[in-house]
């Protein structure tokens, strides 16, 4: 998946898996095979609300309540100084979610590997309408669909803390 990203361009990659987080030792180890890609460790948390991006500036430290519905998980990963981003949304259900009223996603997805045309314009659609941040991720399985869609971002990034620095201080302007 690194050099995919980089073979790509790429000069940053969030690495998220399914409700664990990568072990820290192996983020290390490949932060030092490729030292020009920014790799970022974060987690696919499941929600019975959908899924979401949770990056954090400790995640050893933390305690994310498991399988939660969204109006809990947000605030809690906001208390740990992480952000929460709105992964693959309308995917299975294109409803208006009613804890969009209780808890703020810091993003979300309007563009990935894993949504139609159609998901992808409500994404985009009700992220223009409530002021949310968009995504664009490649929501990679697989090697060969890294950098199928990416963000370019107006500043780059060392870390994941640099990262989250940036998505709540656009947040903060958004909400305004």
Not at 29 to 35: G, S
Not at 155 to 175: C, H, M, P, T
Request: one cysteine or more; charged letters at 25%; hydrophobic letters at 45%.
């Amino acid at each position: 998946m690194c050099q995919a990203a980089l073979d790509r361009g790429l000069t940053g990659i969030g690495l998220t898996e399914h409700d664990v987080w990568w072990p820290a030792e192996e983020i290390d180890r490949l932060q030092a095979h490729f030292p020009t890609l920014v790799i970022m460790r974060g987690i696919e948390h499941s929600s019975p609300d959908g899924h979401f991006l949770l990056y954090l500036p400790e995640p050893e430290r933390a305690e994310i309540p498991s399988y939660c519905p969204a109006r809990v998980l947000i605030p809690a990963v906001h208390d740990l100084g992480g952000i929460a981003i709105w992964a693959h949304p309308f995917r299975w259900e294109q409803d208006i979610p009613i804890w969009i009223k209780e808890a703020r996603p810091d993003g979300m997805e309007v563009a990935s590997s894993n949504m139609d045309r159609v998901v992808q314009d409500i994404a985009m659609g009700f992220a223009v309408k409530h002021n949310i941040m968009m995504f664009q991720d490649s929501d990679a399985h697989h090697h060969k669909t890294i950098g199928a869609f990416a963000n370019d971002f107006p500043e780059s990034f060392s870390g994941v803390a640099d990262f989250i620095r940036y998505v709540q201080e656009k947040n903060k302007e958004l909400v305004k």
